[in-house]
């Protein structure tokens, strides 16, 4: 049984053949711009509603949802066909609503201090799987508008690119989200950023750097050895010549291993190369990594040496520590701490 979002228009055409020509229309307007359940789109007649209820299943199965911020941090825990989890998180600011969304289920990039990493590779998302994740959070945004989808949540976008793509331009033809407000992370997947260059939509892009020279990125990313910081440097000037869009590095703050000043002056050399801005994290805590992030005034400390070196660097908002929600540390499991405050029960809205 097809996806809600697998199909493509030809895909939905075929499945509702004998049907009047214009129904497939109906039933994409309703699925992408409304966001709506088949059973939902009133201007299809009842028995269609139920067809298509029945033969456009669901691919993400809620197993579990936690909620921190006073609320405005909701993080899914879904399964899917064959046993694979993900995990997804939307988070709500005053000036935008967010979702990050997973590409794979798992990841074999091999980066030590990330959970997805940690825990290996399991399989490839769909395009259906991809989107039903935006189309779950948008509907729990309501009534706030969903602004922005960053794929940076489980896996390697990039080495699902094919995936990714049908879904970026899903979201920008058919949702119509504008490009800038979609961003594709990645720890340097060189291939997928010349394709992202030469893409029909210049998305943002941002790099998961953590480290400016390739003896520290090799251990720390381990993608590096495969595509080492010269050619990831070349990559990432022919992907800003080609869109014109500013680069973000993120640059995950890891306490004496990558906050030192040469690390900032290795770093602020190859920003200030290409221009772009510097996303810093403090580590976040995870089981398979023992060092500790960089304490907070660390954090501020390196900030203000890259400021002072001529880079635009800020401090990223964490958000949703305590349950596991925030950058590198989406494992996709079920929670061990059920009944702690801002846990919700399985399935509850």
């Known amino acids: 049984m097809p996806g809600t979002y697998d ?16 129904r497939a229309a109906q ?33 993400l199965d809620e197993a579990h949802r936690r909620t921190a911020d006073d609320g405005a941090t909701i993080k899914w825990l879904f399964s899917l066909a064959g046993g ?19 590409t794979q289920a798992g990841c074999a990039m091999n980066c030590q201090f990330c959970a997805t990493g940690q ?27 969903l602004s922005n989808v960053v794929f940076m949540g489980m896996g390697e976008p990039l080495a699902n690119y094919d995936n990714l793509w049908a879904a970026i331009e899903r979201l920008h033809d058919d949702v119509g989200m504008s490009a800038r407000h979609l961003t594709v992370s990645t720890v340097g997947i060189v291939p997928g950023i010349k394709r992202l260059a030469v893409a029909s939509l210049p ?10 020279n390739d003896e520290l990125r090799d251990e720390l990313v381990p993608i590096n050895r495969r595509y080492p910081l010269a050619v990831l440097q070349e990559a990432c000037a ?7 869009r500013r680069l973000s590095f993120e640059w995950a703050l890891i306490d004496g291993v990558n906050d030192t000043r040469k690390d900032a002056r290795e770093l602020a050399g190859i920003a200030r190369d290409l221009g772009a801005h510097v996303n810093l994290i403090p580590l976040n805590p995870t089981p398979g990594y023992a060092v ?58």
């Open 238 to 244: 022919a992907y800003i010549a080609a869109t014109r």
């Open 203 to 212: 998305v943002n892009l941002a790099v998961s750097l953590h480290a400016a």
């Open 7 to 22: 199909l493509d228009r030809q895909g939905l055409a075929e499945l509702l053949d004998g049907e009047p020509g214009f």
């Open 119 to 145: 825990a290996g590779f399991t399989r490839q998302l769909s395009t259906g799987e991809i989107l039903e994740q935006v189309m779950v959070a948008r509907r729990a945004a309501e009534p706030r508008r």
């Open 84 to 102: 694979a989890q993900i995990e997804t998180v939307l988070m709500a600011y005053r000036d935008r609503v967010t979702v990050c969304v997973s």
């Open 27 to 59: 039933v994409w307007e309703g699925l992408y711009r409304r966001g709506e359940r088949p059973a939902e789109m009133t201007t299809l007649p009842l028995a269609l509603r139920d067809r298509l209820e029945e033969e456009l299943g669901a691919q």
């Open 292 to 349: 500790r992030g960089t304490p907070a005034a660390g954090v501020g400390d390196f900030r203000d040496q890259l400021r002072s070196l001529g880079v635009n660097a800020t401090v990223r908002s964490t958000r949703g520590v305590e349950i596991d929600a925030a950058c590198g540390q989406l494992a996709g499991s079920t929670p061990v701490t059920l009944g702690v405050p801002g846990v919700l029960a399985d399935g509850q809205h």
